[in-house]
């Protein structure tokens, strides 16, 4: 519990360190065996500055993403009912220079996260708490100044074999991001 009021107090706190580009909420649920697992994050970006061209149309760009989650465990030989999630990513995205009414994007990015346990099930272990997590995704961004974006995204968790067993999580997501 204090690793969450301490993760909501940074979330409310870090808009007036420095201010935030969007917001973003995210639903997902996991794909892999022996996890019967459903997520929920919120989070918040900062753009970076720096964009590469690429031919006349495009551009990859990215940003820094820190959010929170929790994870609601259903698995079957469940270690506990749900766990925390605190991530740190930066995030590459491929997108157009002049965005229309729905403008698409890719993406791609490898972060960090903390989790709260290092088990959801006795066949689904992580041996750590830190672990490193790389997603994929997919998304439009529309509305009135393109403020609004929304998105699929595919990520994988795991400790990249820093210690065994190693067995890793992945989860399909829906994100909802608003741009400032």
Same mark, same amino acid.
């Given at each position: 519990?204090?690793?969450?009021?301490?993760?909501?107090?940074?979330?409310?706190?870090?808009?007036?360190?420095?201010? &935030?580009? @969007?917001?973003?909420?995210?639903?997902?649920? #996991? %794909?892999? =065996?022996?996890?019967?697992?459903?997520?929920?994050?919120?989070?918040?970006?900062?753009?970076?500055?720096?964009?590469?061209?690429?031919?006349?149309?495009?551009?990859?760009?990215?940003?820094?993403?820190?959010?929170?989650?929790?994870?609601?465990?259903?698995?079957?030989?469940?270690?506990?009912?749900?766990?925390?999630?605190?991530?740190?990513?930066?995030?590459?995205?491929?997108?157009?220079?002049?965005?229309?009414?729905?403008?698409?994007? &890719?993406? @791609?990015?490898?972060?960090?996260?903390?989790? #709260? %346990?290092? =088990?959801?099930?006795?066949?689904?272990?992580?041996?750590?708490?830190?672990?490193?997590?790389?997603?994929?995704?997919?998304?439009?961004?529309?509305?009135?100044?393109?403020?609004?974006?929304?998105?699929?995204?595919?990520?994988?968790?795991?400790?990249?074999?820093?210690?065994?067993?190693?067995?890793?999580?992945?989860?399909?997501?829906?994100?909802?991001?608003?741009?400032?």
């Amino acid at each position: 519990m204090r690793a969450f009021a301490f993760v909501v107090s940074l979330l409310v706190i870090a808009p007036t360190a420095r201010a &935030v580009d @969007g917001m973003s909420v995210v639903l997902g649920t #996991s %794909d892999s =065996s022996y996890a019967s697992v459903d997520m929920v994050r919120i989070g918040v970006q900062w753009n970076w500055s720096k964009r590469w061209a690429l031919g006349q149309n495009w551009h990859i760009g990215g940003y820094w993403e820190l959010d929170f989650g929790y994870w609601s465990n259903d698995s079957p030989r469940k270690t506990n009912n749900g766990m925390t999630d605190i991530g740190f990513t930066p995030t590459f995205r491929l997108q157009q220079n002049s965005m229309g009414a729905f403008s698409p994007y &890719v993406e @791609g990015a490898i972060g960090f996260h903390l989790l #709260s %346990d290092t =088990s959801v099930s006795e066949w689904r272990r992580f041996s750590t708490k830190f672990q490193f997590g790389e997603h994929l995704g997919l998304g439009i961004r529309f509305g009135h100044k393109h403020a609004m974006d929304l998105g699929y995204r595919y990520q994988h968790l795991s400790n990249a074999g820093i210690k065994h067993p190693n067995h890793g999580i992945e989860f399909h997501q829906v994100r909802f991001q608003y741009h400032y």
